[in-house]
């Protein structure tokens, strides 16, 4: 049973889903739509927003497919509590006191169960991007209390595990812990906009292209092109939790590249690499850039440029255009979907770094940066070579 408002909410979405999306039906039918929406509807109830969010995310999962990882429903509210996964192992990140703590179960429903009911509702296109969304959905709490197993409780109990001593953590449905939302920032950004000098190696973090960071990310790029980079050979420039925002902002950075040609850059992606975060990957890979890291969270060509709106206080993002950066190809309308598109512009671009290097639980464990101290080493291999 669905209450008459978020059925409201669903139809006005579809609706503006059908309107906007260049090509709406691209995994299921309208016909198989409606098939789901009549099933799901009639075998839970959505009755508040932790079960329509669960809804409306198994909906989506379901016309998006692999491909467009960007139509959603925005709706998070954060526990003061996030983690890091591993192969099978899902580590506490923030707070820090409870730092690497394993999680056993929720409310004595072993963490494994769970992960398979936040599956049904994540939306992926590559498995850096399944295990960002995890991650996440982990300590949002429209997710959790909307999950089969946790929708009729009024609390998550998280059970840990830290040096063979058992804790449990406590989180209330209706207390909300703002507070903490800023240590999510730090979780998924880091350091924005600085840079640091190795020797002859800078390092230069371009962690986010979200449009608060503009001034930083401007006057960072100012103060470097002021520093005397004679020395210098290799740049390094650090993309991992790049989500996306503004692709404008990755003009800045490459303009200081290309004044710096004579030397050689390294790119170190992650899991979280998302979106316009891709597209600057492809920038530094047409400049040369040789990469090093994890798989990023999307595929090169892929639906996108998303039209967000707001329906009755409710937020959703739809896919307004397909683009294969890598033909140098686009198309923003149903038209010229239909007519421009064929199946190679439509095969999939998984994106390998040049060199595969994964974050290893036990350096996150001893705060060692596996990524970045695994390309100071190879430049410095790479810079001897050369000098023979």
Not at 120 to 147: C, D, M, S
Not at 149 to 172: A, P, V
Request: charged share 30%.
């Amino acid at each position: 049973m669905i209450t008459l408002k978020y059925k409201n909410l669903y139809e006005k979405f579809i609706n503006h889903y059908k309107t906007t999306h260049v090509n709406p039906w691209h995994n299921i039918s309208e016909f198989e739509l409606e098939k789901l929406y009549n099933n799901l509807s009639s075998t839970m109830d959505v009755i508040d927003d932790y079960t329509f969010t669960y809804f409306i995310n198994y909906i989506i999962k379901r016309l998006s497919a692999t491909s467009d990882a960007h139509t959603k429903f925005d709706k998070m509210e954060c526990l003061p509590i996030n983690f890091r996964i591993f192969d099978n192992n899902i580590l506490v990140n923030y707070p820090s006191e409870l730092k690497g703590s394993k999680v056993i179960s929720i409310n004595n429903i072993k963490i494994e169960e769970i992960l398979k009911e936040i599956e049904e509702v994540i939306i992926y296109g590559t498995l850096g991007k399944r295990k960002y969304e995890q991650e996440k959905a982990l300590f949002n709490k429209f997710i959790l209390f909307g999950l089969p197993s946790l929708r009729n409780t009024d609390k998550l109990i998280f059970k840990l595990e830290k040096n063979g001593e058992i804790i449990e953590k406590e989180y209330e449905k209706e207390i909300k812990y703002d507070k903490e939302l800023f240590d999510y920032e730090k979780y998924r950004y880091g350091s924005i906009a600085d840079y640091k000098i190795d020797g002859k190696t800078l390092i230069y973090n371009h962690k986010s292209v979200q449009p608060q960071f503009k001034e930083k990310i401007e006057t960072t790029i100012e103060k470097l092109k002021k520093e005397d980079l004679t020395n210098i050979d290799t740049i390094i420039v650090d993309i991992r939790g790049n989500t996306g925002g503004n692709s404008g902002l990755n003009k800045i950075v490459m303009e200081f590249l290309e004044n710096n040609k004579d030397k050689k850059i390294i790119a170190l992606t992650d899991y979280r690499v998302f979106s316009s975060g891709s597209l600057c990957l492809i920038d530094l890979i047409r400049l040369g850039a040789f990469t090093i890291g994890e798989e990023i969270s999307t595929p090169f060509n892929c639906y996108g440029e998303t039209n967000r709106i707001e329906i009755d206080g409710y937020y959703f993002s739809v896919s307004a255009s397909y683009f294969n950066p890598m033909l140098n190809f686009g198309v923003r309308t149903k038209e010229d979907y239909i007519n421009k598109v064929n199946e190679e512009i439509l095969k999939p671009i998984i994106y390998k770094p040049n060199i595969i290097v994964e974050e290893r639980m036990e350096d996150y464990i001893k705060g060692k940066d596996t990524i970045l101290e695994y390309a100071l080493e190879y430049s410095e291999v790479f810079r001897r070579k050369n000098a023979k």
